[in-house]
Each structure stands twice: as C-alpha cells, then as structure tokens.
C-alpha cells in the first residue's frame, strides 16, 4: 500500500540551519530521501544548489556520509564507493546515492552515468532537475523547457528538455522512476523500493526553484503539483520494462478529467513571461503526446 502522508517518518538526517534559498525543493525531497533509506548511506554530489545546501567542511546539514566530486564525475564516483564498501565487507545494509542536478546529469555528467548503467553498478542516481544551472546563474541545461527564458537563452529556450528517464530505461537497468519534490509520500515509496533492488536504480525527480523560475517562495509545492496536473511532469516507475504510473498521475488517467491547461502553469512564473502564443501551443502539443504515450503503457498488460 503507498504511504501516506502523516505515516512518514521524521527524518533526523537534514539537520536544521543550511544555505538553501528560501522555498528551495531540495530541502522537502532530501528529508524523505533519507528517511526512505534509513540513514544508513553514503551519498556523492557534484558541484551544485545540493553542495551548497550540504555545507562546507567543516560544517554540514545533512548527517549522512557525504563525498563532494567534480561536476562529471558522480556516477563514477559512486560505482568507486560502491565498489570500496564491498571490498571491506561493509555494503551490507548500505545505499550509494549519487545525487546530483539536472546539468550534472543530463549534461555534464551523462557520459559517466552511461557507463555506469551500461556496467549496471549497484547504486542509487537521484537527478533532482530545477532544469537550469541554478547554482551559478540560471544558466539553460538539457532539461530546460521550452520557451523558457535563462541567462542564456533570454529569448527563450527553442528546445524541449531530454527526456532523460527514457534515456536511462534504454540502457535495460532494472529500475527507473520520476518523482516530484512536491509528492513526498511518492517519493519516499520509490527510494524505499529502490532500495532494495540490485543494480543501478535511476529517479529523476521535478524540484521547483523560486529564484530560477521567478515565483514565490510559498508556492514550491503549489508549483510542483501544478507541473503534475498538467502533465509537463508524469509520475511513473519502469521495473524490469514494464512502466506503472503512480500517485496523482495513476489518479488523472484513471478519472479521465482533462488535465489542467499548460497555460496556467506557465503564467505563475517570471522565466516564461515572453513566450509566444506559438510556442505555448507547441508546448501543450509535446505534453499532450506524451501523456497519451505514458497512459498506453501504462494500460499495457504486464
């Protein structure tokens, strides 16, 4: 049965006090993502908001095991950790989660995640996408979406984001998932799963940034359910290729109520203000698509 909301367990592992921005999701989903695995875990993050959020040495938020590497390298990184912790006989009961932002994973650091999937390494790879470089300026990464506007696209992005979950499923790991910071009892239930499953598990996971996206702080969860409701975000697990949808996205397809329009996600936020007509119609076509896609998969027999 999922978990519900006030059956989560207090997480003592994010400490109070930390360099976050106000409002920032990291906060929400890394509270449930160490609670779901106990503690009892090593993490690696590359340069990034998630760096910041841990602090620096000697001072930290989270109370867990914490290697920082270079931008590329997280997937490598953990397969090493991995790797150690079975060498001296201390993996039992142990996760590797290798945590690391949409630029460090779908850019950046692809090449060694890549590797580390088609070698099916025994870790965790959590990608929690604020899609754009939100640490050093809101610069435009591969998840972006379109007509969104960044330090670098001021015009507007003219792409949509990878679809990084799908990418990761073409590589026959055993277990993909999307999440959002703003379902928390989703979340947790997919690391908890997670867990115990051998092999590289990968979970790409929509966290709203206020100062990236231009919105108020308050409405992080506002935001991040919205981004569900219209289908930009889609919440679904594949395990062993057979994909599920989960939570309120198992909800919307199983009442066949239409989903909110894309136009009301988008006129709650600054970064989207000069987008074209055009551009949002396109924007509602490429969502409209892919929610018919994942629903036929998901009515699939298994």
Same mark, same amino acid.
């Given at each position: 049965m999922p978990t519900k909301i006030l059956d989560l367990p207090d997480s003592g592992f994010v400490l109070p006090g930390n360099r976050a921005?106000?409002?920032?999701? #990291? !906060?929400?989903?890394?509270?449930?993502?160490?609670?779901?695995?106990?503690g009892r875990m090593?993490?690696?993050?590359?340069?990034?908001?998630?760096?910041?959020?841990?602090?620096?040495?000697? #001072?930290?938020?989270? !109370?867990?095991?914490?290697?920082?590497?270079?931008?590329?390298?997280?997937?490598?990184?953990?397969s090493g950790i991995a790797a150690g912790l079975r060498a001296t006989g201390r993996d039992d009961g142990m996760t590797v989660l290798a945590m690391a932002g949409? !630029? !460090?994973?779908?850019?950046?650091?692809?090449?060694?995640?890549?590797?580390?999937?088609?070698?099916n390494e025994d870790f965790i790879y959590l990608c929690y996408d604020n899609e754009a470089?939100?640490?050093?300026?809101?610069q435009r990464s591969g998840m972006t979406p379109q007509?969104?506007?960044?330090?670098?696209?001021?015009?507007?992005?003219?792409?949509?984001?990878?679809?990084?979950?799908?990418?990761?499923?073409a590589h026959g790991i055993p277990y993909v998932a999307t999440a959002s /910071? /703003?379902?928390?009892?989703?979340?947790?239930d997919k690391v908890v799963k997670a867990k115990g499953i051998r092999g590289l598990r990968y979970i790409h996971m929509n966290t709203p940034c206020p100062s990236g996206w231009g919105f108020d702080p308050k409405d992080t969860v506002r935001l991040g359910k919205l981004a569900v409701e219209t289908g930009l975000v889609v919440l679904y697990?594949?395990?062993?290729?057979?994909?599920?949808?989960?939570?309120?996205?198992?909800?919307?397809?199983?009442?066949?109520?239409p989903r909110t329009p894309v136009a009301e996600y988008v006129a709650t936020q600054t970064r989207f203000?000069?987008? /074209?007509?055009?551009?949002?119609?396109?924007?509602?076509?490429?969502?409209?698509t892919r929610w018919e896609h994942f629903v036929r998969r998901d009515a699939e027999p298994s």
């Open positions: 921005c106000a409002g920032c999701g #990291i !906060g929400i989903a890394l509270r449930q993502v160490t609670a779901a695995l106990e090593v993490m690696t993050v590359p340069a990034s908001c998630l760096t910041v959020f841990g602090g620096m040495y000697p #001072i930290s938020s989270v !109370g867990v095991p914490w290697v920082n590497v270079a931008f590329p390298s997280t997937a490598a990184a953990a949409d !630029g !460090g994973t779908a850019d950046i650091g692809i090449q060694a995640l890549s590797g580390a999937a088609e070698r470089y939100m640490n050093t300026g809101t007509g969104a506007r960044t330090t670098t696209t001021w015009a507007g992005k003219r792409e949509n984001p990878k679809d990084m979950p799908r990418i990761m499923e /910071a /703003a379902f928390p009892t989703d979340l947790f697990e594949v395990e062993e290729g057979v994909l599920r949808l989960t939570g309120r996205s198992a909800a919307l397809a199983r009442s066949g109520k203000r000069s987008m /074209a007509p055009e551009t949002l119609n396109a924007v509602q076509a490429w969502a409209d």
